[in-house]
Structure formats: structure tokens, C-alpha cells
């Protein structure tokens, strides 16, 4: 099977890591710009920018958009399924969709993020009616910083969730952050 692996410009780890897990991957970077992508100016620049590659995007049997920017709403999921003639698969959807699938009501969240990144992960996850019922943010600011978050610090944030009684699931965010050799 080939896919297309879509990834932010700041993101140095999720190629070598997919690359581990799967054969036949093509990956296409988008320029890092700041914001999240949900405004129309925004998404208008990210549909100009794939655009230029989407015929050699599409030449694949499925893509994976390993970014948030652009699909933090349903809106965002439903345009980028709409641009696309392939399978696709969205980050932020199949973090909701797995969420959903094991009746997941209380997150445990871990981010490498600054403060101000991480909340808007946790306001994310609360308009999707998620009840964050404790996090763990890692204070790293900037894709250099998220790639090079140790893997000791992610193990101790997921067992701080691990031993949170409320938590159903403990979703740990970014792509940037290097996990799959956890």
C-alpha cells in the first residue's frame, strides 16, 4: 500500500517514526504558519498550498494529514475530505473518533506544549464535550523543541495520567512529538 504522509515543515520525527511502521511512504510538507487554521484565510492559504502537490499527493491508495492546522472542527474534516479523491485519514478525527470508539468521557491529556498551546488543546477537547480531568503540559515551544522532548518526560506525564482515577483515556497530542519509539 502507498501513502502519502502530509506533515508541517516544523515536524523532524514523524517521517523516520512512520517509516518504522509502515512501507511505501511519500511524504509532502507543508509550510508551518502560525495559527490553527480555521479561518478562512487561513484555509484558503493551506487548500493554495496542497493544491500545488495534490496531484503527486493523490498518487497513492491513501493519505495520512498528520497536522492539526486547518481540521480542529468537523467543518475542517469535511472540506479537506471534500479536496481530496483518496482515502484520507485525519489526525484530529481519529484522535476523536478513537475517544468515541472506547466510550471515552474523561481525557487524561499530555502535551509537549507552552502553556497557551496546551490550553487550547484542552478548550478542543471540552467543545467536543470531552471533560479533561487533569493534563500534563511539557512547556516546549516550537516544533525543535517538541521533536526533541526526551521520551523519559512523555513516560512520566502518561503514568501521572495512568494513576488518575477519573481518566478514561490518556490522549497524548502532537505529531511532532516523537512517540512510535516509546
Known amino acids: 500500500m502507498k501513502v502519502s504522509l502530509i506533515i508541517s515543515?516544523?515536524?523532524?520525527?514523524?517521517?523516520?517514526?512512520?517509516k518504522n511502521v509502515l512501507n511505501h511512504v511519500k511524504v509532502f510538507y507543508m509550510k508551518y504558519v502560525p495559527g490553527h487554521g480555521e479561518s478562512e484565510r487561513e484555509r484558503r492559504k493551506a487548500f493554495d498550498e496542497l493544491s500545488g502537490m495534490k496531484g503527486e499527493i493523490e498518487d497513492a491508495d491513501a493519505i495520512i494529514y498528520a497536522r492539526s492546522y486547518g481540521v480542529f472542527s468537523k467543518r475542517g474534516w469535511e472540506e479537506f475530505r471534500k479536496f481530496f479523491s483518496i482515502p484520507l485519514v485525519i489526525s484530529t478525527e481519529a484522535i476523536i473518533k478513537t475517544l468515541k470508539r472506547h466510550d471515552t468521557r474523561n481525557v487524561f491529556l499530555v502535551t509537549p506544549y507552552n502553556q497557551f498551546r496546551h490550553d487550547f488543546e484542552v478548550k478542543w477537547l471540552r467543545d467536543l464535550k470531552f471533560k479533561v480531568v487533569g493534563s500534563v503540559a511539557l512547556g516546549r515551544t516550537g516544533g525543535p523543541a517538541i521533536a526533541s522532548t526526551p521520551?523519559?518526560?512523555?513516560?512520566?506525564?502518561?503514568s501521572i495520567g495512568h494513576r488518575n482515577?477519573?481518566?478514561?483515556?490518556?490522549?497524548v497530542a502532537c505529531t511532532i512529538l516523537s512517540t512510535i519509539p516509546i
Open 9 to 18: 515543515s516544523e515536524n523532524s520525527v514523524l517521517e523516520n517514526d512512520i
Open 151 to 158: 521520551h523519559d518526560l512523555v513516560i512520566d506525564a502518561v
Open 165 to 171: 482515577p477519573e481518566a478514561d483515556s490518556i490522549y
